[in-house]
């Protein structure tokens, strides 16, 4: 092998040693959460992400007339890996309602808990929007997440969820999408 093949080779096995380093760099940059088990009652039901940072609330007939209320109540398995925790956490719920003359309105109430592992706690109250006028809505939540001290090993945790819909008489709510819950992760 002469200098002029020995450069060759050397200069291809330095640009394949780099792509391979930064495709290790990059996978590391992008990581998953692993969603386990979970526990449903009410309307609902979950399904992850293709992402591995989000879950789909999936809400079948969620809705509350004439004076009704439905619940859905949500526990999932999350696994963070090594290295990370859950900094921001988002959800977008979408639908419509109908008030008619003389009704109080309808309400849509969510409830956002973390427990266990790297889920840290969550840092925003109980929200409840009320609507007294007929129309379509779009509901976005962005729910601040506590880290949890010392816990940068990742771990399992449980993510509870708990939506209420309520009408009063002569109105009705109709909840058809929960936009998939988005989990920031961030590097600790």
């Not at 992400?49 to 009704?68: H, T």
């Not at 969510?110 to 706690?121: C, E, N, P, V």
Request: glycine share 12%.
């Amino acid at each position: 092998m002469n200098f002029k093949q020995f450069g060759v080779l050397l200069s291809v096995s330095t640009i394949l040693g780099i792509n391979v380093i930064a495709t290790k760099v990059l996978a590391v940059d992008e990581p998953s959460i692993t969603f386990g088990a979970a526990l449903v009652s009410g309307g609902c039901s979950v399904a992850p992400g293709e992402d591995g940072r989000s879950l789909s609330i999936v809400l079948d007939n969620f809705s509350a007339f004439n004076g009704q209320r439905q619940k859905c109540i949500l526990r999932v398995q999350a696994f963070i890996p090594s290295g990370f925790i859950i900094q921001d956490v988002q959800v977008l719920y979408q639908g419509t309602t109908e008030v008619n003359r003389g009704s109080k309105g309808t309400s849509l109430s969510r409830t956002y808990s973390f427990s266990g592992g790297a889920l840290g706690q969550v840092v925003a109250p109980p929200k409840t929007t009320k609507f007294t006028s007929s129309k379509a809505f779009a509901e976005q939540d962005k729910i601040t997440v506590l880290a949890a001290s010392g816990l940068c090993s990742g771990g399992q945790g449980i993510l509870g969820i708990n939506l209420i819909a309520q009408s009063s008489r002569g109105s009705s709510i109709f909840v058809d999408t929960a936009d998939r819950l988005y989990f920031d992760l961030k590097r600790c």
